[in-house]
């Protein structure tokens, strides 16, 4: 049996993603390292939710990487 799939709109794009998914799983999957915020439907998720917090069709995801400089 295929996974079930779901579109969601991640960084302003339409995605098509396997489900379920969690916060944490998505990161992963996108290979992004060090501080990251994620915000769902304008939420943001804290670092110790990504486990729990699922993905579910038809959120707005917006995944930002804080980037040092001077």
């Known amino acids: 049996m295929p996974p079930e799939i779901m579109q969601v ?8 993603l396997d489900k379920p998914l969690t ?4 990161v992963d999957s ?6 990251l915020a ?3 439907n304008q939420e943001i998720i804290p670092r110790g939710r ?10 707005c995801i917006e995944v930002v990487r804080a980037v040092g400089g001077g």
């Open 50 to 59: 990504y486990d729990e917090t699922r993905i579910n069709d038809g959120d």
């Open 23 to 26: 916060v944490a799983q998505l």
């Open 38 to 40: 994620v915000e769902i």
């Open 9 to 16: 709109v991640l960084n302003g794009k339409t995605q098509t």
């Open 30 to 35: 996108l290979a992004l390292e060090g501080k």
